[in-house]
C-alpha cells in the first residue's frame, strides 16, 4: 500500500511563506497524478494544485500566482511552496496519488495563518 506523508505545515503570519512537501512510499512518476487538497474547519476538501504525469499542472483560482508545484524525483516527492499567503489560506493540506485504480492520501498538516 503506498503511504504519502505531508511535512511543512505550520504557523505563518500574512504575506509569509511555506513550503509543504509530501513524501512517497514509491517512485512518484509511476502515479498518474499528484495532487495538493485543503479542508478548512467546516468546509469542503478543495483541490489546491495538481500535477498529472505528463507534467501538466492545474492550480485553483484562489492560488494561481502564490502557490507552486515542483517535484524531487530523486527523492520520492512533491512540493508546494505557497508565497503570499492569506488568512483564507488557512487548513489542513493533504496530498494525493493516484494510480490506475486506486486513490492515496495521506494524513495532512496543519497551515495556520494568523497574525
Known amino acids: 500500500q503506498v503511504q504519502l506523508v505531508e511535512s511543512g505545515g505550520g504557523l505563518v503570519q500574512p504575506g509569509g511563506s511555506l513550503r509543504l512537501s509530501c513524501a512517497a512510499s514509491k517512485i512518484i512518476f509511476t502515479f498518474l497524478s499528484m495532487s495538493w487538497y485543503r479542508q478548512a474547519p467546516g468546509q469542503q476538501r478543495e483541490l489546491v494544485a495538481s500535477m498529472t504525469v505528463g507534467g501538466t499542472t492545474i492550480y485553483a483560482a484562489s492560488v494561481r500566482g502564490r502557490f507552486a508545484l515542483s517535484t524531487d524525483n530523486a527523492e520520492n516527492r512533491l512540493h508546494l511552496d505557497m508565497h503570499t499567503l492569506k488568512t483564507d489560506d488557512t487548513a489542513v493540506y493533504y496530498c494525493?496519488?493516484?494510480?490506475?485504480?486506486?486513490?492515496?492520501w495521506g494524513k495532512g498538516t496543519q497551515v495556520t495563518v494568523s497574525s
Open positions: 494525493k496519488a493516484r494510480d490506475p485504480e486506486t486513490e492515496n
